[in-house]
């Protein structure tokens, strides 16, 4: 008798394809990639989802998802997702960005893709550093946070605040869904994963934009060891971005 | 018994499934080197492995099967 086949827990999902990422070892890009695929893959939209990929680290991200995608330019993901939801409305459309691309440069695109409630979902990856260039200060750099232009620690006084993208967004009645959620732990990973399904299913439903921020670390760029790198967004990051549901219009149901 | 494969060609050597392994059976594997010249993971003791999935789960580059 032939032996039972065993039960898999855990393998790569096939909305992944098998090129090997260029993100650096221990960068949290990787988990938050997967979650973004799994969830495509369990809501069964792996086949008709377009993503957007940005500039930055996941500026390749065409080559990691089997499902189409586009590259925009710098900061434009939000414009671009709009024209491909407006021409093709049947197709899942989500934008994959870091924060240097979607809180500074592409700013603009953002707030107004948001308040017009264009019915895309934006996963959006915060690291409070712009990592592929080198570790420069982005707008969500920790106050006296030490990066390649801000020797000294961010001075508030001359390069201004860090800028929270989800309490921002959640003002505007076109936001479906602002969710800050991190992937830090297992549990938090699991967490992030429910929140990244949710925007997709907001999506499905057409209640307008979604946006799921990722916190994330920059082992390479902080200066640290993988694991080191969780500690420090635990204890900087966590209190100044404090992961949860800053908007949901179906929260009230 | 519990199969944890690391597929060498995906690890990056990060270490984040040794760090959250709550047996302690990921071990970095310093006999080897892969391509892109990083000692990847591997599990030492499969007997111990309580199928938590919490290595595939951080592992960023998603170079983990677990079989039960």
Known sequence: MAAEKSPVLFER???????VTNYCPGCLHGITQRLVAESLDRLGLADTAVG???VGCAVIAYEFYSCDMVQAAHGRAPAVATGLKRARPENTIFTYQGDGDLASIGMAETIHAATRGENITVIFINNAIYGMTGGQMAPTTLPGQITQTSPYGRDVKAAGNPIRVCELLSSLDGVALAQRVTVDTPSNVRKAAKAIRKGFEYQREGLGFSIIEVLSS???NWGMTPYKALEWL???????????VYKDVKAGE | MAKVTVDIEYCKGCGLCVDFCPEGIMQMDNDVITQKGYHPAHCVDLDKCTLCLNCATMCPDVAIRIER
């Open chain 1, 13 to 19: 999902t096939s909305a992944l394809t098998d090129k």
């Open chain 1, 52 to 54: 957007v990929s940005p």
């Open chain 1, 218 to 220: 920059c082992p390479t």
């Open chain 1, 234 to 244: 635990r204890e900087n990051m966590i209190p100044y971005y404090p992961p949860g």
